[in-house]
C-alpha cells in the first residue's frame, strides 16, 4: 500500500519533470541540478562557479533549502537572479517546486538555470526536476567511503566534484579508492577536484559545464 | 492526500516507536539514536566511544545505512556485538527496522544500545525509533550554518557533537557562531567538541552518556 502511494506520488513528479525539461528547451535553458551533502560545498563551489561563468553566459540560480535565504543571500552578491525555495523541512526539491521557481524568474534573459539542491546525499537523487545534468559535490572530509555507501546519487549524476581538495593532507581520505569506486559505479562519471578556497580545479570544472551546454 | 498519507505512516511508525520505548526499559536497555550528515564521523565517534564505554558497561550497536556492511565491520573489530540494517536506498531507520534489528541481538546481555542512524541531516530525525535519547554529529567542516539550515535534528537532540575540531584552522566555522545558533534553536543542548583523531573531548562526551544512562 505505502508502495503504491511512492510509486504514485513520483509519477506526477516525473510527468512534471518532463514537463519542465521541455518547457526550459523551448527557452534554450540548460539545466543542472546540483547535490550533495550538508556542507560539502555547493554554494561556495556555485559562487565560484558564477564569477566565472558569467564573463561567458547568462545564468540564474535557484536554491533549495530547508529553512533560511542564506545560500540565495550569498549568490545574490555575486550578482545573479536567484529564487530561493524553502521546503519547510522537506528533504528534497521536486519538479512542480522548481517549475514554480522558475517562473518567477525572466527566463528570455539566461543560458544556464543552475539548481542547488537539499543538502543530503540520499533523497534528491531520486526526484527528477527536469535538468539536463545532475552534478554531486562530495567534499574530501566527508570520507572516500560514500560513493559505496550513497551509489545512487553518483549513477544518476554526470560529473562529481571531489571538493575542499586542499584538506585532502590532514584527512585519511583515499583519493585512488574514490575514483576506482566511482568508476564501478558510474563509469562515464567525470571527476573534478576542486579547492574553493585555494582556486583549484574550478576552471575545468567550468569549462565542462560549458561543453556540456554546447552538446546539449 | 499526500499529507494524509504521510500522516498515516508517521502515526504507525510512533506507535510501534512507543511499543519499542517499552520493550527496551523493561530490559532496562538505554537507547541512544545517533545521528549527523554523511561524512560527519559517527562512526569513527562511536569507535572511540565503544573503547571507552565497554570498559565500564555493556554495549551494542545496531548500523543504519543505505547499502554495504563497512560500517558494522568496523564496530565488529571493537569487540561489539552489532546488527547492519541496510535500507536499500531509504533515507532513515524506522522504528519496526530497529524493532526486527534488535531482536536479534542478545538484550539480556547488554545495557546501552548506540543506534547509528542513515547519514543524513533531514530525515531521520523526523522518526522515532524508540530511542530514550537522540543525538547529532556536526562536523567542522560541514559549517556554521547548518544548524540554523537544519533546525528540527537540533531542535531533536539533547547533544550536539562538534566533531572534527582539530580542522578548525583550516576552515572558515565560527564557532561562537554556531554556539549562539544552537543556543537559539535548543536552549538546553549540550554541546561536545571533539576530535576523533586526535582523542579530543571523547571523555566528556561519554561522561554525558554515562550520567544521562544512570538517570533514565
Known sequence: MEVKVMKNILGENEKIAEDNRKFFRDKKIFVLNLMGSPGSGKTTLLEKTLSKLTQKIKVAVIEGDLFTARDAERIEREGVPVVQINTSGGCHLDA?????????????????????????????????????????????????????????????????????????????????????????????????????????????????????????
Not at 575514483?179 to 580545479?201: N, Q, V, W, Y
Open 96 to 216: 512542480p517546486m522548481v517549475r514554480r521557481a522558475a517562473e518567477s524568474l525572466n527566463l528570455d534573459a539566461i543560458d544556464l538555470l543552475i539548481v542547488e539542491n537539499v543538502g543530503n546525499l540520499v533523497c534528491p537523487a531520486e526526484f527528477d526536476i527536469g535538468e539536463n545534468m545532475k552534478a554531486v559535490v562530495l567534499s574530501i572530509t566527508e570520507g572516500d567511503d560514500k560513493p559505496l555507501k550513497y551509489p545512487l546519487i553518483f549513477k544518476e549524476s554526470a560529473a562529481c566534484v571531489l571538493n575542499k581538495i586542499d584538506l585532502l593532507p590532514f584527512t585519511n581520505f583515499n583519493l585512488e579508492q574514490a575514483r576506482a569506486d566511482l568508476e564501478i559505479i558510474h563509469p562515464m562519471i567525470e571527476i573534478f577536484e576542486t579547492s574553493c578556497t585555494k582556486e583549484i580545479g574550478i576552471y575545468n570544472w567550468c569549462e565542462f559545464l560549458i561543453d556540456k551546454m554546447k552538446n546539449f
